[in-house]
């Protein structure tokens, strides 16, 4: 069965205390891995997208890198407006992503 | 500016009512998507449409519908036979369903939180 998990489900942090967030998959045949990150009672805004095992990508305070079996989403020296649940996404060979339940950041002053 | 909108924010139904959540985007877009998302679980997949009058269930489709015929607008209604509609509802938009060995990034709207009262 195709499947998303992602760990911590909560994460605090105090500002600047750099920290990952993991995104683990199973599922055939992998057409992308997105990282989004939803603020409270709101939509999630796109961050990354990932293709094949290797690549990465950054973003500011961001950085995600994908391997054959998971992703991770790298935060550099975190300030409080980086509070926010992360959620990670995978598109396996059939049309439909498969969401993980994200993890809830909390950075502190 | 480029985007998708929904509507109402906030919608409240009462037992036995069928409402009806709009999502519109003007990306030109030709995939559009409904998801449900509830506390703890991660978004789960309710219909989807590749293209204008085509549309299909995802894995949690009973007790709504769908409809889409104009590329822009892919509004959702949730029937009574659904028994527990309360929820943040999230509307999604992407340039194709599926980009060939590529996925095209699938952009959200701001949501609909729907309350049964």
């Known amino acids: 069965e195709d499947q998303v998990t992602q760990s911590p489900e909560a994460l605090r942090l105090q500002e600047g205390e750099s920290s990952s967030l993991n995104c683990s998959y199973t599922v055939s045949g992998l057409r992308g891995l997105f990282w989004y990150r939803q603020d409270p009672g709101k939509g999630p805004e796109f961050l990354f997208t990932?293709?094949?095992a290797g690549e990465e990508k950054e973003k500011e305070r961001l950085k995600a890198t994908l391997t054959k079996k998971e992703s991770f989403l790298h935060i550099t020296a975190p300030k409080p407006e980086d509070s926010a649940t992360y959620l990670c996404?995978?598109?396996?060979?059939?049309?439909?992503?498969?969401f993980g339940a994200g993890t809830r950041l909390a950075v502190h002053p | 500016d480029g985007g998708i909108t929904q509507s109402p924010k906030y919608l409240f139904r009462k037992e036995g009512q069928n409402v009806t959540l709009s999502c519109e985007q003007n990306l030109n877009h030709d995939a559009m998507y409904w998801y449900r998302q509830d506390p703890g679980q991660g978004l789960r997949l309710i219909y989807y449409s590749q293209i204008v009058n085509d549309f299909q269930k995802g894995d949690i489709a009973e007790g709504y519908s769908v409809s889409r015929e104009k590329k822009e607008s892919f509004p959702l209604t949730v029937t009574s036979a659904q028994k527990n509609p309360t929820a943040f509802y999230l509307c999604?938009?992407?340039?194709?369903?599926?980009?060939?060995?590529?996925?095209?990034?699938?952009?959200f709207g701001p949501g609909t939180r729907l309350t049964v009262l």
């Open positions: 999604a938009s992407s340039i194709r369903l599926a980009g060939g060995k590529r996925t095209d990034t699938q952009y």
């Open positions: 996404a995978v598109h396996p060979g059939y049309n439909k992503l498969i």
């Open positions: 990932l293709y094949s």
